[in-house]
């Protein structure tokens, strides 16, 4: 049975070798090489480019229609409703140019494609097209630069409010610490010197601005409706507190102190009422349940936008937004500095 198996392969090599020896002749026979495509070769393949043309600009649509909602919802802060309004001129301004360029591309693929004796006309400089592809880029250029320097000096200067909140956000290898200013509603100093164990933020012990400020870990509240002016400080390395829901990132860098306010406008339940958002949860809880996992539900949160060492994945904090009424009941049960430090 073996010496069959060993003769029939020898038998398929041997008329594989002769078919191979065929192709060869017949290849010869031939006027031209095959690998020099024809003029008629040339006209299919133009055709199929103009029709890839058509269904990658359809597919790239439907892309956007079927998985658009798995993006980010509506933004939760005043600013941020500014920063998806620029965003979207942004993407229309994006998809106008990926449409005409495309369109330019495979278009011109199957109008000029190879012909027999055919010659490209040569020109070493246009003047109008200089100006048309240098003026056009300049104008929508400025005009995304100019929106987004005054939405961002907006977002930057410093807070003028005095109703409002103010949050200190430390970060560290690997985890947040939340500073809330207290009754004064001023921050007190802070000495690296004096970090111990009762004091990872290093708070100045003989300042009394520092008495009646709060420190909270794991989560932080904050009131809807009411201005939150953050600063930002970083004990080790280059931390970055993104908080997505509400368009807002700032750099935490060591030995200075960055800021960022915002003003929220939709508390947490009721962005758990969202469409978007029940059906993004959908999906995430039905893959949970699969792989035996309870399931979750939406809550804001405080991420580490830089990779900042091994455990950089560990750095989430939550963010409850509530009502002004529950936001002070929730502050109120929270022990003041003074109190932790004379433990």
């Not at 029939?8 to 495509?37: G, H, M, N, Q």
């Not at 979207?88 to 330019?104: K, Q, S």
């Not at 959908?282 to 949160?301: L, V």
């Amino acid at each position: 049975m073996t010496l069959l198996y060993i003769l029939t392969i020898l038998l398929l090599c041997i008329a594989l070798a002769y078919l191979f020896k065929v192709i060869d002749l017949s290849r010869a026979l031939k006027s031209e090489k095959e690998w020099v495509p024809s003029e008629n070769d040339n006209r299919t393949m133009g055709k199929f480019f103009l029709l890839f043309m058509f269904l990658f600009i359809a597919w790239s649509f439907y892309q956007i229609y079927q998985y658009g909602y798995r993006s980010l919802p509506k933004s939760a802060s005043e600013h941020g409703d500014k920063v998806d309004e620029l965003m979207r001129y942004n993407m229309y301004i994006i998809w106008v140019v990926f449409v005409l360029t495309n369109f330019v591309l495979f278009y011109f693929a199957w109008k000029y494609y190879g012909r027999k004796n055919g010659k490209a006309e040569f020109f070493a400089h246009d003047n109008k097209l200089e100006m048309i592809w240098t003026v056009v880029p300049a104008i929508v250029l400025a005009f995304i630069i100019i929106f987004g320097l005054k939405y961002w000096n907006e977002i930057m200067e410093k807070s003028t409010d005095t109703k409002s909140v103010k949050i200190e956000l430390y970060s560290k290898q690997f985890d947040w610490t939340a500073r809330y200013a207290g009754a004064d509603n001023t921050f007190g100093l802070d000495d690296f010197t004096q970090i111990d164990g009762g004091n990872s933020m290093g708070l100045d012990t003989l300042d009394k601005n520092c008495f009646d400020d709060i420190i909270v870990k794991n989560e932080i509240h904050i009131p809807v409706g009411v201005e939150i002016d953050f600063q930002f400080r970083s004990r080790d390395v280059i931390h970055s507190a993104f908080m997505p829901h509400f368009r807002a990132q700032m750099n935490c860098v060591p030995g200075q102190v960055t800021r960022f306010k915002f003003k929220p406008t939709v508390t947490t339940a009721e962005m758990r009422k969202d469409e978007q958002v029940i059906r993004n949860l959908k999906e995430i809880n039905a893959i949970r349940e699969k792989k035996g996992e309870d399931p979750i539900e939406f809550d804001y949160t405080l991420i580490c936008n830089k990779i900042c060492g091994a455990s950089h994945f560990s750095m989430p904090m939550k963010i409850v937004v509530e009502s002004e009424k529950d936001y002070k009941e929730w502050l109120a049960k929270q022990k003041t500095f003074k109190t932790v430090a004379s433990k």
